[in-house]
């Protein structure tokens, strides 16, 4: 295969459609909005725009548009081509694919919180769990998009629609509501508003992604959602009563697990902390000193000074790699934590 459609260029579709590039594909993009589709050309994305949603000579197609407008497609497209999308809910998506002549429902667990074919990147997909459904789906679907999601440099696992709506629920819908619901509270509160820092601001990231998108997954996966927000209320209320019993022990003793179970979804690091000051290079200084040091960054975040006056730049590496990013941080002038 080696001409693939993608219909709909936002972010998603965007780095699909240069990850595809990057490994040497013949990319055509379609999007209903003549924006992003010049967007995601202008980035890079595509080698060619389409007016239609016109996919003869494709061998691949991808779906990457919002949830109802993908079940829409589904219904109306008639193609041999091998056909995925990347929708977040998966149900509907693949009771409605089985139509066509090969189809496998996919989602990417990637994306940031901008939005749009500007904030496209071919390695966005790196690293990241990228599910298949495997209902009403041939072997032979699946493993040749299996070896397309690992040429992206992702991991692709498999699982029934049912299983992947049900623990999507789980670690991606509801955190977006907790978020939401966390902010929805504070909101009022100037004065708390003032002190939120790290712990705060990482629960609460996720709020930053396009509302328009999420509550439309909202309802798309809403049985499991609402079944998911149940199981959450009665896991407050438990916390609740064991606060209220003021039972230290059993408090430490939840803690401990929530603790270890975090631990187990990532890789130990050891954390740097630089200062930056309010002024022009501070970040080049930084990028200059983890050139020279040859590190591998498993995560970073700065956090700005309230009233401008630079901030703290929070780089985690792997252990026993901290010391050299000291020593090239400490050559550049940084003063480190």
Do not use: C
């Amino acid at each position: 295969m080696s001409n693939a459609f993608v219909a709909g260029t936002g972010l998603i579709g965007a780095s699909v459609g240069l990850a595809l590039r990057s490994n040497g594909w013949t990319v055509t993009g379609w999007d209903p909005d003549p924006a992003a589709l010049a967007e995601a050309m202008a980035v890079g994305a595509l080698d060619q725009q389409a007016d239609t949603l016109d996919v003869s000579g494709a061998d691949l197609v991808v779906l990457a548009g919002p949830h109802d407008a993908m079940i829409t497609t589904l219904r109306e497209l008639s193609t041999p081509a091998l056909v995925i999308d990347v929708a977040g809910v998966k149900h509907e998506i693949v009771r409605v694919g089985q139509r066509m002549a090969r189809f496998v429902g996919t989602h990417p667990m990637a994306g940031r919180e901008q939005s749009g074919p500007g904030a496209a990147s071919a390695g966005l997909f790196k690293g990241a769990s990228w599910i298949l459904a495997t209902d009403h789906s041939a072997e032979a679907d699946l493993a040749e998009v299996e070896e397309l999601i690992k040429s992206f440099g992702a991991v692709p696992r498999r699982m029934t629609a049912a299983e992947h709506d049900s623990a999507i629920s789980l670690v991606s819908a509801v955190p977006h509501v907790i978020s939401a619901s966390l902010l929805h509270l504070v909101m009022g509160d100037l004065s708390a508003m003032s002190l939120a820092a790290g712990s705060f601001r990482d629960i609460t990231r996720v709020s930053l992604s396009d509302p328009h998108l999420w509550a439309d997954l909202f309802v798309a996966n809403q049985a499991e959602v609402t079944a998911t927000l149940f199981h959450l209320t009665q896991e407050l209320q438990d916390w609740s009563a064991l606060i209220t019993s003021g039972d230290q022990a059993a408090l430490v003793e939840r803690l401990q697990l929530s603790r270890e179970a975090r631990q187990s979804l990532a890789p130990p690091v050891t954390v740097v902390l630089v200062m930056l000051e309010d002024k022009p290079g501070e970040l080049a200084g930084v990028g200059r000193a983890l050139n020279a040091s040859q590190v591998d960054i498993r995560d970073l975040q700065l956090r700005h000074g309230e009233h401008g006056g630079g901030g703290v730049l929070r780089l985690s590496v792997r252990p026993g790699e901290a010391e050299a990013l000291r020593e090239a941080l400490t050559s550049e002038g940084f003063t480190v934590e």
